[in-house]
């Protein structure tokens, strides 16, 4: 793979990685189909145009260049400049809550912020430095605790969506999924307090 395409997003590279023994069987208006949903075509035009930049410098492009985000942050003064915390937030908007959670903070904390993602976002190689792959079965479980535990033991700050997922339609309402508990396990495990954030936005 040459240097230029190895920082593409790539749907069929991802679903012959992740699914090996079903990919076969995947029907190709499927896969186009799912290319067309993320926008694969513009997001990787965007990496194109921020190759050069990684981590934080890369999500701080997104926010300000890219696009154009106008964020609104209420309680500031609660944040300590200094320490080890866990910050848990909903997660309303997909990625975008995570771009701009990672952009603040990574910003106040001169880039030392770990971010817990699905491994599946590892494919956005502008931003390994900061992610931290969470896989819970296979083969690649015991080596996602491992860095895990790396994270929490690090002088990063660490970023979680405790539901997992993206908010969903529950009895009429948009609301995160049911919060796992692993981060405040976690948290007391290594004596770090956990900010609590809250996003008001929605979808348009």
């Known amino acids: 793979m040459s240097e230029k395409t190895d920082f593409k ?18 029907p190709k208006f499927v896969v186009n189909y799912l290319k ?3 926008h694969q075509d513009e997001l990787n035009a965007i990496i194109e145009r ?6 934080v410098d890369f999500m701080l492009a997104l926010v300000d260049k ?9 309680g500031e003064e609660n944040i300590p400049a200094e320490g080890k915390f866990v910050f848990a937030s909903n997660h309303p ?10 952009a603040y903070l990574g910003e106040k904390y001169k880039g030392k912020i770990k971010y817990l993602v699905n491994d599946v976002l590892l494919n956005i190689r502008n931003l390994e430095s900061i992610f931290v792959p969470v896989n819970k ?11 895990i535990n790396e994270a929490y033991t ?13 908010s969903r339609k529950q009895n009429g ?11 405040v396990v976690k948290a007391i495990e290594h004596k770090r307090d956990i900010i609590p954030v809250h996003f008001d936005a929605k979808n348009s």
């Open 173 to 183: 309402r948009i609301k995160d999924l049911e919060w796992m508990k692993n981060f």
């Open 36 to 38: 067309r949903t993320i």
């Open 50 to 55: 921020n190759r050069d930049k990684q981590g």
């Open 137 to 147: 079965y296979g083969s690649q479980a015991k080596l996602s605790a491992a860095a």
């Open 93 to 102: 908007l997909g990625g975008l809550d995570g771009i701009c959670l990672s």
């Open 66 to 74: 890219e696009f154009k985000v106008n964020l609104k942050i209420h």
């Open 154 to 166: 690090s002088d990063n700050q660490i970023i979680t969506f405790p539901a997992g997922l993206c």
């Open 9 to 26: 997003l790539d749907i069929d590279g991802v679903l012959q990685a992740k699914a090996k023994k079903h990919y076969k069987k995947i």
